[in-house]
């Protein structure tokens, strides 16, 4: 336990994508920063579990924050991807349309599109449709290229974020859960599971507890509702069968089930939008699982010859409000950063700006590092050059995977190691494969020897 009280400029509440953006964006800023996050690693909520697009804003909401955060984060991330070793898969996208109703909505979308400056966005006939990706079933009727709607690498961008932000002199506090706030006018006394801090300025990005977090500066004015999005992995071979990202005619609630590439070399069919009470667990439902094989089957026949892999679910944090909730709450010293949900992978640098001016508005202007420290993070990308094929890799500990000892490794070390199982698959892939962990997890675990909360010590008896 902690016994004093640790003072801070800036205390940032949540480790998911959001929150990892926002706490790089401050220490860029000069701002001595904290990120508390109550998992036992970064991104253990929301943020682990999402299509991995990156996201032009053709469809957001014209004037909207939302459409605002998600194109300027668009633009940071080219800019900064190389230097972090996040890889961006070109894939672009294309809106199918499979009924006359659909079809009628696809002028609309192109207006919208061009609206919110993204002028590439065009229409095309079904036979151009079945030209661009011939696996398709015969009877879509059209659709709508978004050029430079791409696929990123959900976790690698985030762990980048946070690595860059402690080398600027922030500090993570994971396994670290906020049970109460006060603030005497000046400053928020926060008491936490490992002890009391001290901030400045607190900032809310608590995803799916945002509401309940929100309570502590106010009667909240928005609730999370959350919604789970569940999603089918099938296996490498499958990825052959398209080139874009299929993305569905969106209706007034969700974006719809789409058909997409993933980084690491699969096929991604999802999400589902249903809504549900807990905060806390995403079951894979098998029923709406099956409706989701038989969607993607509809849209793309030849998956009736692929294996699924892999089945997850996660809940986004939604509100009753369709825009991001992102205001400063100047006289409580506190900003909120809430109702994020599925553009936040894209959105986060952008939302990690905007509150940044929010804070220069109302706490106090930032600094600007003009040489910033990089932080680049492994590669996992399967069309990029992988450790496994680089001289002297060593041993391979998942085949399905090809992840080595030396990434996890080195995964289980450095200014932020895996604190548990997820967070060493999301670094690695290591047991994300075919094999789902079957012939590997027994090495990993000797490996992790007792490093990670949610992992036993392996067998003694296993190799070094």
């Given at each position: ?6 003072r ?42 999402n ?50 109703h ?77 049970t ?9 006394h ?64 969700t ?11 699969n ?12 905060r ?99 590669n ?85």
């Amino acid at each position: 336990m902690i016994a004093s009280t640790e003072r801070f400029d800036l205390a940032v509440i949540g480790g998911g994508v959001v929150g990892c953006a926002l706490f790089r964006r401050f220490a860029l800023g000069g701002v001595k920063c904290l990120l508390i996050e109550r998992g036992a690693d970064i991104l253990s909520g929301v943020s682990k579990a999402n299509s991995a697009m990156l996201h032009t804003g053709f469809d957001a909401p014209s004037g909207s924050l939302e459409q605002a955060c998600i194109q300027a984060g668009y633009a940071e991330y080219l800019a900064i991807h190389d230097k972090l070793n996040l890889p961006l898969l070109e894939t672009g996208g294309l809106l199918a349309a499979w009924t006359e109703h659909e079809l009628g909505k696809l002028p609309a979308i192109v207006a919208q599109a061009h609206r919110n400056g993204v002028a590439d966005v065009r229409q095309v006939d079904a036979a151009e449709v079945r030209r661009r990706e011939p696996q398709l079933a015969g009877n879509v009727l059209g659709g709508v290229l978004v050029p430079r709607e791409h696929v990123i690498d959900p976790w690698s961008a985030p762990l980048a974020y946070a690595l860059q932000g402690l080398a600027h002199g922030g500090e993570i506090r994971r396994n670290t859960e906020v049970t109460s706030g006060d603030f005497d006018g000046e400053r928020w006394h926060l008491e936490t599971t490992t002890g009391p801090i001290d901030a400045r300025v607190v900032v809310n990005a608590a995803g799916l507890q945002g509401d309940l977090v929100e309570a502590m500066a106010r009667q909240s004015p928005f609730t999370i509702k959350p919604r789970k999005g569940q999603f089918v992995v099938f296996d490498k071979p499958a990825s052959r069968l398209i080139g874009a990202c299929i993305m569905p005619v969106p209706s007034e609630r969700t974006k719809g089930v789409m058909v997409a590439p993933t980084i690491f070399g699969n096929l991604l069919v999802g999400p589902t939008a249903e809504e549900q009470d807990d905060r806390d667990h995403a079951a894979v439902d098998r029923g709406e699982i099956e409706a989701l094989i038989a969607r993607g089957r509809r849209m793309l026949p030849a998956l009736a010859g692929e294996t699924a892999i892999a089945l997850y679910a996660g809940l986004r944090p939604a509100t009753q409000f369709k825009d991001y909730q992102i205001e400063a709450l100047a006289d409580r010293h506190w900003i909120t950063a809430s109702g994020i949900r599925s553009t936040g992978l894209t959105g986060s640098l952008g939302i990690a700006q905007h509150a940044a001016a929010l804070y220069a508005k109302n706490f106090g202007a930032l600094t600007t590092t003009s040489e910033p420290i990089w932080t680049p993070v492994p590669n996992l990308a399967e069309h990029r050059p992988r450790r496994h094929g680089q001289p002297g890799y060593g041993e391979i500990v998942c085949h399905c995977e090809l992840a080595t000892r030396a990434e996890i490794e080195a995964a289980l070390s450095g200014p932020l190691p895996a604190g548990d199982l997820g967070g060493l698959k999301r670094r690695t892939r290591a047991m994300m494969g075919r094999c789902q962990g079957f012939y590997c997890s027994a090495r990993v675990a000797a490996i992790a020897g007792g490093r990670l909360a949610d992992l036993p010590t392996g067998s003694a008896h296993e190799p070094a």
